[in-house]
């Protein structure tokens, strides 16, 4: 059995496309290392598999912009906690405005490897910037492309290092245990707040299980 936070309430979800598919956003949050990426891809297959119009994006990326922005953050260049917010939100920018948007409008299912969670999570809880003004940069940048659930994987420090050790190079992956700990945290606090979009996984349970639990969770949601 996976081991989630469940949440029977309806989503808002919305439209269809001449009653055939209802568009959705799903999102998967998490610390690197806790299988977020590697359960949106099973999802995306899973999808396609059943002739649903779906499509996955990544962030930062997914643009060119957001891969120059992928470069930057993956570089030696030193960036106080501001620079590295902003450079997020010119890539989230670029995505929903390039990607998001016109994806979510063609009532695709869109599966994105993180969104404005991830700043609040790492740059506001971890970081210490000021919460409410990544809010009132998400009102500006984010608007109402709100996602209609989220995946968070979670996972402790010691899994993590277990499962990817610690890459000195990168810039959150060189953090230690504290700092990951208050992202942790952050993510909970966000998933109470907004629990009827959220399941939290146990990230150290069995692939498959996760995988199925989230495909049969998604499935649910488009009525197939």
Known sequence: MVKIKANHEELCILKTNGGNQVKLF???????????????????????????????????????I???????????????PLSELLLFYVSRSAIIEEKIKPALDNHDVVICDRYFYSSIAYQGYGRGIDINFINEINDKVVKNIIPDLIFYMDINWDEKKNRKGINVKDRFEKED???????RSGYKTLAKEDSNKWQI?????DINKISSFIYETVKSK???
């Open 222 to 224: 488009l009525n197939i």
């Open 201 to 205: 996984i146990d990230a150290e349970e």
């Open 26 to 64: 799903v999102v998967f949050e998490g610390l690197d290392g806790s299988g977020k990426s590697t359960q949106q891809q099973l999802l995306n297959a899973k999808l396609k598999s059943d002739k649903i119009s779906t499509i996955s994006f990544r962030e930062p990326g997914s643009t060119m």
């Open 177 to 183: 245990r504290i700092f990951h700990n208050k992202v």
């Open 66 to 80: 957001g891969n120059q922005i992928v470069e930057i953050l993956q570089s030696d260049q030193k960036l106080s």
